[in-house]
Protein backbone atom coordinates (compact mmCIF):
# COMPACT_ATOMS: atom_id res chain seq x y z
CA UNK A 1 0.00 0.00 0.00
CA UNK A 2 1.04 3.48 -0.61
CA UNK A 3 -0.43 5.47 2.83
CA UNK A 4 1.64 8.32 3.50
CA UNK A 5 2.15 9.83 -0.23
CA UNK A 6 -0.61 8.40 -1.83
CA UNK A 7 -1.04 5.96 -5.23
CA UNK A 8 -0.91 8.63 -7.58
CA UNK A 9 3.04 8.78 -9.38
CA UNK A 10 2.48 12.35 -10.19
CA UNK A 11 2.04 13.74 -6.28
CA UNK A 12 4.00 10.83 -4.75
CA UNK A 13 8.18 11.01 -5.73
CA UNK A 14 9.39 7.88 -4.32
CA UNK A 15 6.49 5.79 -6.08
CA UNK A 16 7.54 7.52 -9.81
CA UNK A 17 11.53 6.61 -9.04
CA UNK A 18 10.03 2.79 -8.57
CA UNK A 19 8.25 2.87 -11.72
CA UNK A 20 11.29 4.26 -13.99
CA UNK A 21 13.23 1.65 -12.35
CA UNK A 22 10.54 -0.81 -13.33
CA UNK A 23 10.53 0.52 -16.57
CA UNK A 24 13.84 1.04 -17.04
CA UNK A 25 14.61 -3.02 -15.86
CA UNK A 26 12.10 -3.96 -18.78
CA UNK A 27 9.17 -5.01 -16.67
CA UNK A 28 6.03 -5.76 -18.64
CA UNK A 29 3.50 -2.98 -18.08
CA UNK A 30 0.68 -4.75 -16.76
CA UNK A 31 2.60 -6.12 -14.08
CA UNK A 32 3.41 -2.54 -12.92
CA UNK A 33 -0.38 -1.11 -13.77
CA UNK A 34 -1.50 -4.26 -11.49
CA UNK A 35 1.33 -3.50 -8.72
CA UNK A 36 0.17 0.52 -8.51
CA UNK A 37 -3.52 -0.67 -8.21
CA UNK A 38 -2.62 -3.46 -5.45
CA UNK A 39 -0.94 -0.56 -3.67
CA UNK A 40 -3.96 1.48 -3.98
CA UNK A 41 -6.06 -1.25 -2.64
CA UNK A 42 -8.11 -1.45 -6.04
CA UNK A 43 -7.89 -3.93 -9.11
CA UNK A 44 -7.22 -2.43 -12.55
CA UNK A 45 -11.35 -2.53 -12.54
CA UNK A 46 -11.26 0.16 -9.93
CA UNK A 47 -13.13 -2.41 -7.32
CA UNK A 48 -11.93 -2.98 -4.14
CA UNK A 49 -9.59 -5.75 -3.66
CA UNK A 50 -10.25 -8.75 -1.28
CA UNK A 51 -7.74 -11.64 0.24
CA UNK A 52 -8.15 -15.06 -0.78
CA UNK A 53 -6.34 -18.18 0.98
CA UNK A 54 -6.13 -21.72 -0.42
CA UNK A 55 -4.92 -23.88 1.32
CA UNK A 56 -3.84 -27.61 -1.21
CA UNK A 57 -1.33 -30.68 -0.40
CA UNK A 58 0.38 -29.93 -4.15
CA UNK A 59 2.37 -33.12 -6.67
CA UNK A 60 4.49 -34.98 -5.43
CA UNK A 61 3.21 -34.10 -1.08
CA UNK A 62 3.74 -30.64 -0.95
CA UNK A 63 2.33 -28.33 1.28
CA UNK A 64 0.82 -25.36 -0.17
CA UNK A 65 -0.67 -21.90 1.18
CA UNK A 66 -2.07 -19.95 -2.12
CA UNK A 67 -2.64 -16.16 -1.12
CA UNK A 68 -4.05 -13.56 -3.20
CA UNK A 69 -6.11 -10.43 -3.29
CA UNK A 70 -8.93 -10.14 -6.01
CA UNK A 71 -11.95 -8.10 -7.02
CA UNK A 72 -13.76 -11.35 -7.10
CA UNK A 73 -13.62 -13.78 -4.22
CA UNK A 74 -15.77 -16.42 -5.24
CA UNK A 75 -14.71 -17.09 -8.79
CA UNK A 76 -10.73 -16.81 -7.84
CA UNK A 77 -11.07 -19.17 -4.96
CA UNK A 78 -13.05 -21.45 -7.32
CA UNK A 79 -10.44 -20.95 -10.22
CA UNK A 80 -7.44 -21.73 -7.88
CA UNK A 81 -9.02 -24.95 -6.52
CA UNK A 82 -10.13 -26.14 -10.30
CA UNK A 83 -6.18 -25.55 -10.84
CA UNK A 84 -5.04 -27.09 -8.00
CA UNK A 85 -7.16 -30.51 -8.34
CA UNK A 86 -6.26 -30.29 -12.02
CA UNK A 87 -2.48 -30.82 -11.79
CA UNK A 88 -3.78 -33.73 -8.91
CA UNK A 89 -3.17 -31.53 -5.94
CA UNK A 90 -5.89 -31.96 -2.77
CA UNK A 91 -7.44 -29.17 -1.48
CA UNK A 92 -6.91 -29.98 2.58
CA UNK A 93 -5.39 -27.95 5.40
CA UNK A 94 -2.25 -27.26 5.73
CA UNK A 95 -1.31 -24.07 7.97
CA UNK A 96 -0.07 -26.55 11.15
CA UNK A 97 2.74 -26.77 8.89
CA UNK A 98 4.16 -23.29 8.69
CA UNK A 99 4.75 -20.89 10.74
CA UNK A 100 3.13 -17.00 10.21
CA UNK A 101 6.44 -15.02 10.50
CA UNK A 102 7.65 -11.33 9.41
CA UNK A 103 10.39 -11.35 6.92
CA UNK A 104 12.75 -8.23 6.53
CA UNK A 105 15.56 -7.82 3.80
CA UNK A 106 17.69 -5.10 4.25
CA UNK A 107 20.55 -3.96 1.45
CA UNK A 108 23.51 -1.49 2.38
CA UNK A 109 25.77 0.16 -0.49
CA UNK A 110 28.87 -1.06 1.48
CA UNK A 111 29.85 -4.95 2.85
CA UNK A 112 28.63 -5.46 6.26
CA UNK A 113 30.64 -6.28 9.20
CA UNK A 114 29.30 -9.63 10.90
CA UNK A 115 30.22 -8.82 14.49
CA UNK A 116 28.14 -5.15 14.34
CA UNK A 117 25.24 -6.98 12.45
CA UNK A 118 25.11 -9.51 15.11
CA UNK A 119 25.53 -6.70 18.12
CA UNK A 120 22.50 -4.70 16.31
CA UNK A 121 20.37 -8.29 16.06
CA UNK A 122 20.68 -9.06 19.63
CA UNK A 123 19.00 -5.33 20.59
CA UNK A 124 16.06 -5.86 18.74
CA UNK A 125 12.94 -9.13 18.63
CA UNK A 126 14.22 -10.72 15.53
CA UNK A 127 14.27 -14.31 15.57
CA UNK A 128 16.05 -15.66 13.26
CA UNK A 129 18.32 -14.18 10.60
CA UNK A 130 20.34 -14.95 6.94
CA UNK A 131 23.89 -12.99 6.58
CA UNK A 132 27.79 -13.87 5.54
CA UNK A 133 30.37 -11.30 6.41
CA UNK A 134 31.21 -9.08 3.76
CA UNK A 135 27.40 -9.29 2.13
CA UNK A 136 25.71 -6.52 1.40
CA UNK A 137 22.43 -7.62 2.50
CA UNK A 138 20.59 -8.97 5.78
CA UNK A 139 17.42 -11.49 5.83
CA UNK A 140 15.80 -11.40 8.94
CA UNK A 141 12.95 -13.04 10.53
CA UNK A 142 10.91 -11.58 13.39
CA UNK A 143 7.03 -12.17 15.06
CA UNK A 144 4.24 -10.84 12.80
CA UNK A 145 4.04 -7.75 15.15
CA UNK A 146 7.46 -6.68 15.53
CA UNK A 147 8.13 -6.81 11.49
CA UNK A 148 7.70 -3.12 10.87
CA UNK A 149 9.63 -2.17 14.39
CA UNK A 150 12.48 -4.78 13.79
CA UNK A 151 12.87 -3.37 10.34
CA UNK A 152 13.12 0.12 11.13
CA UNK A 153 15.38 -0.15 14.16
CA UNK A 154 17.96 -2.14 11.76
CA UNK A 155 17.35 0.72 9.02
CA UNK A 156 18.52 3.69 11.41
CA UNK A 157 21.27 1.97 13.35
CA UNK A 158 22.91 -0.25 11.11
CA UNK A 159 21.80 2.50 7.81
CA UNK A 160 20.24 0.22 5.95
CA UNK A 161 17.50 0.32 3.25
CA UNK A 162 14.80 -1.57 3.37
CA UNK A 163 13.92 -3.58 0.34
CA UNK A 164 10.89 -5.36 1.58
CA UNK A 165 8.84 -5.75 4.86
CA UNK A 166 6.25 -8.41 4.77
CA UNK A 167 4.36 -10.95 6.75
CA UNK A 168 5.06 -14.49 5.25
CA UNK A 169 4.36 -17.96 6.00
CA UNK A 170 7.80 -20.54 6.64
CA UNK A 171 7.34 -24.25 7.15
CA UNK A 172 8.38 -25.88 9.71
CA UNK A 173 11.51 -27.64 10.11
CA UNK A 174 9.82 -31.18 10.69
CA UNK A 175 7.27 -30.65 7.67
CA UNK A 176 10.08 -29.96 5.07
CA UNK A 177 10.40 -32.71 2.13
CA UNK A 178 12.89 -33.04 -0.97
CA UNK A 179 11.40 -32.90 -4.47
CA UNK A 180 12.62 -32.35 -8.12
CA UNK A 181 13.46 -28.92 -9.65
CA UNK A 182 10.23 -29.77 -12.31
CA UNK A 183 8.64 -30.46 -9.33
CA UNK A 184 7.88 -26.88 -7.72
CA UNK A 185 5.44 -24.02 -7.22
CA UNK A 186 5.79 -23.69 -11.24
CA UNK A 187 3.70 -26.95 -11.60
CA UNK A 188 0.74 -24.21 -10.43
CA UNK A 189 -0.57 -22.55 -13.22
CA UNK A 190 -1.97 -19.51 -10.91
CA UNK A 191 -0.56 -16.66 -13.40
CA UNK A 192 -3.08 -17.83 -15.90
CA UNK A 193 -5.97 -16.84 -13.75
CA UNK A 194 -4.49 -14.16 -11.23
CA UNK A 195 -1.22 -11.94 -11.33
CA UNK A 196 -1.12 -11.46 -7.89
CA UNK A 197 -0.98 -14.77 -6.10
CA UNK A 198 1.72 -16.01 -3.96
CA UNK A 199 2.34 -19.32 -3.48
CA UNK A 200 4.16 -20.80 0.14
CA UNK A 201 5.16 -24.27 0.05
CA UNK A 202 7.12 -26.54 2.38
CA UNK A 203 9.44 -27.96 -0.95
Given at each position: M??????D????????????????????????????????G?S???????????????P???A????C??????????SI????K?V?????????????R?????D??????E???????F?T?A?????T??????????????T??????????L???VR???????P?????V???????????PL????????????G
Amino acid sequence: MWPENGGDPNTNSELSSILAQAKKAGIPKDIIERAVAKGKGVSLSGEPLQSVTVEAILPPSVAAIIECQTDNKKRTRDSIRYIVKNVGGTITPTTHLFQRRGHVLLDSDVSLEEGEVLTKLFETEAIDYDFTEGEKSLSIYTEPDQTTSVAQTLSDSLNLAVRSCEITWIPRLESLVEVDSTDDEDRLPLSDIISMAQTHHNG
